[in-house]
């Protein structure tokens, strides 16, 4: 592979072949059509990848339809023999093949050092939110990816916001509100009320104006007492699961 090394390394800067992770062929076809919303490096991975180097060995319309690479925003368009590099960060997608074969050489990259690898994923997270708040904003699979970015970096309040954005960009944010006010009943009937609390905050996220209809505040059986959760417009579910077990205790043994 040095001849290919030789050709392809000196587009990335000051690469060289000590910065190569590993080379691939990677082929799609009937059977694998398509590689859905990913990114091949995220923080605290273990990983040096920085960069993709690919090489379309396939000539599009001629050899297969369908199966674009889109990185972030940006559909990219290629010919047989063209390569073409970008952050291995970056959520990118293959969409599915409509026919044919597709093959691409793929060249990973290690080309940041350690100092360096906090600045290229800050660069990341610009790129996240400018996509989250633009482009991609009706794509659940990017609001998800942000959200285990942010999880990586240990900001577990960013990263429920962005998964609260994806379930919110999908065609069943409802079932999924309902479906976290239901975890969350059942997690105050079992006396997790910080566990309820969460399910409760989510629910309330997807779906805002969800915990504040009668018709579908959660029940609760607390000492053998029935009563009825309405999770007030308020933050703090926690404080007002707490003072409804309380009140039913106060019944049970009254």
């Known amino acids: 592979l040095d001849w290919v090394y030789e050709r392809l390394l000196p587009l990335v800067g000051a690469a060289t072949k000590e910065n190569v992770a590993f080379t691939l062929l990677h082929e799609f076809d009937e059977a694998h059509d398509r590689f859905d919303w990913h990114v091949d490096t995220k923080p605290n991975d273990g990983k040096s990848r920085t960069t993709n180097l690919n090489v379309m060995l396939s000539e599009p319309r001629v050899d297969f339809g369908g199966g674009a ?12 023999g063209d390569a073409y590099a970008y952050a291995a ?78 379930y919110r960009a999908t065609d069943d944010a409802g079932a999924y509100a309902r479906r976290f006010l239901a975890d969350g009943r059942d997690a105050a009937v079992a006396d997790r009320m910080d566990v309820a609390n969460e399910y409760f905050r989510m629910a309330r996220c997807i779906e805002p104006d969800l915990l504040s209809d009668d018709a579908l505040a959660a029940e609760l059986a607390v000492g053998g007492a029935a009563t009825r959760l309405y999770a007030a417009p308020g933050d703090d579910v926690l404080a007002e699961c707490a003072a409804l077990r309380a009140d039913a205790d106060a019944a049970s043994h009254a």
């Open 89 to 166: 960060a970056a959520p990118h997608v293959v969409h599915p093949l409509a026919w044919g074969l597709r093959r691409t050489l793929v060249v990973a990259l290690n080309t940041a050092a350690d100092d360096d690898r906090a600045e290229y994923f800050r660069e990341a997270e610009e790129r996240y939110a400018a996509l989250a708040e633009g482009a991609l904003r009706h794509e659940p699979k990017l609001h998800l990816l942000r959200g285990e970015f942010f999880e990586a970096l240990g900001r577990a309040d960013d990263a429920k916001r962005a998964f609260c954005a994806s």
């Open 69 to 80: 690479l889109q990185v972030g925003a940006h559909n990219v368009s290629v010919r047989r």
